[in-house]
């Protein structure tokens, strides 16, 4: 698979080491919520500060638009990632359209220093892809290392331009991601389950579409599938469902069967008639629901078919929850089916690969976030990679 170089291919000795890194981690009243992201990048930093080279961390930060805005400035960040890096890490501040005192402060700096440059994103050409930043960015470097899978899915100055202008390697985390997807779905060991949860099936069309023809079974959850429900005929109440997709949906079940996947549904569900924590709920088959009811997460009676299903795979791949897991009791699905998954793991049953936006939250909160085979940082970049198109910032890597 591999047809990219990686750290094994260089020596990093005396060099100055961009690295593409994903600092877009949330922050609440200055402080790092979640600082996986950090986390990841540490083997590759230590790589290469170990032989005394010079990384010089490229990163954007929320969407500042193309402007400076001390709002988004990377500088919040270095705290947290100086606790888990136990380094010093310098910080150095660029609109990004004079980088000669940049490279003065990369040049004077020590050998072995950890270096971040201010959000890539205050200058308009990042998104862009635009070719005289990526040459900017070039300048300050002697090769260049993409650790940012989750910023993979984005053509941009510091993930793909620049990339064709230096010599090139994915980074540990990076290479890791990599190889956990292909387990995951390039080259899987059958069969194949995948569980999909979220709100919308618009959102989804395209990740449905490309699963259909590569796992054996699909469980489809959350609000989305409650439009399943609703195109094949069944009252859903006043729950959330997009009925202006049911013939979409129907065609994704028709394809499905072409296409020997099965789809599980869900059979029963935990319905309520306010959606706030611990409203007062009860549980309806799907072909006996109530009008006024909205349908919160799955039912008990699912939660068993879809361990059943589970049974069946040796590999499972995640994205979405299956219900509203940011409220109790509506967590119950998403959280009994991520123990069991992280379960099966564990007992060598199953190769599970999760990803995506809430999917690392709702495994988080069931405690099994470090229990499964592996779990994806990225939120867009792991649906485009599931949806199976390519990732610009990968293809950039490979020569
Ligand atoms: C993410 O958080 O998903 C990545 O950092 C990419 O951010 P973006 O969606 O703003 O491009
Ligand atoms: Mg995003």
Not at 230 to 239: F, P, Y
Request: overall charge negative; proline content about 5%.
């Amino acid at each position: 698979m591999a047809t990219f170089k990686t750290l094994d291919d260089f020596d990093f000795a005396g060099k100055r080491v961009l690295v593409r890194a994903d600092l877009n981690v949330p922050v609440a009243d200055g402080q790092v919520t979640d600082a996986t992201r950090i986390e990841r990048l540490i083997p590759t930093l230590r790589e290469i500060i170990k032989v005394d080279g010079k990384a010089i961390l490229l990163s954007h930060f929320g969407r500042p638009k193309g402007k400076v805005d001390p709002e988004f400035s990377l500088e919040q960040v270095i705290p947290a990632f100086v606790e888990l890096l136990g380094h010093p890490v310098g910080f150095i501040a660029t609109d990004w359209v004079e980088v000669d005192r940049v490279r003065e402060a990369i040049d004077e700096a020590p050998a072995g220093s950890v270096l971040v440059l201010e959000n890539t994103r205050f200058h308009p050409g990042e998104e862009k892809n635009d070719a005289d930043l990526a040459a900017r960015m070039a300048s300050l470097g002697d090769i260049y290392v993409n650790d940012a899978f989750s910023a993979a899915h984005r053509a941009h100055a510091s993930t793909e331009a620049v990339a064709r202008l230096l010599p090139s390697a994915a980074g540990r985390a990076m290479a890791d991601e990599l190889q956990a997807l292909e387990k995951g779905l390039g080259n899987p060991q059958r069969p194949v389950i995948a569980i999909v949860g979220g709100a919308k099936v618009s959102t989804k069309l395209d990740l449905l579409g490309n699963l259909l023809d590569k796992v054996e079974a699909l469980v489809i959850g959350g609000a989305m599938a409650n439009t399943f429900l609703h195109a094949g005929g069944l009252g859903v109440g006043r729950s959330l469902a997009e009925k202006d997709l049911a013939e979409t949906a129907n065609t994704i079940r028709d394809r499905a069967e072409d296409a020997r996947c099965a789809i599980i549904l869900p059979i029963d569900a935990t319905v309520a008639w306010h959606f706030e924590a611990n409203a007062p709920h009860r549980y309806y088959g799907v072909d006996a629901m109530d009008p006024d009811g909205m349908i919160l997460d799955i039912g008990p009676g699912s939660i068993e078919r879809v361990k059943a299903a589970i049974d069946e795979a040796k590999t499972v791949v995640w994205n979405g929850p299956l219900g509203a897991f940011e409220m109790t009791p509506f967590d119950q699905g998403t959280v009994e089916i991520a123990k069991y998954v992280a379960a099966r793991t564990k007992a060598g049953k199953v190769v599970s690969v999760a990803g995506g936006g809430d999917t690392v939250a709702a495994l988080a909160h069931a405690g099994v976030k470090d229990q499964f085979t592996y779990v994806s940082t990225a939120g867009g970049a792991f649906l485009e990679w599931m949806e199976g198109k390519s990732l610009p910032g990968v293809e950039a890597l490979k020569s």
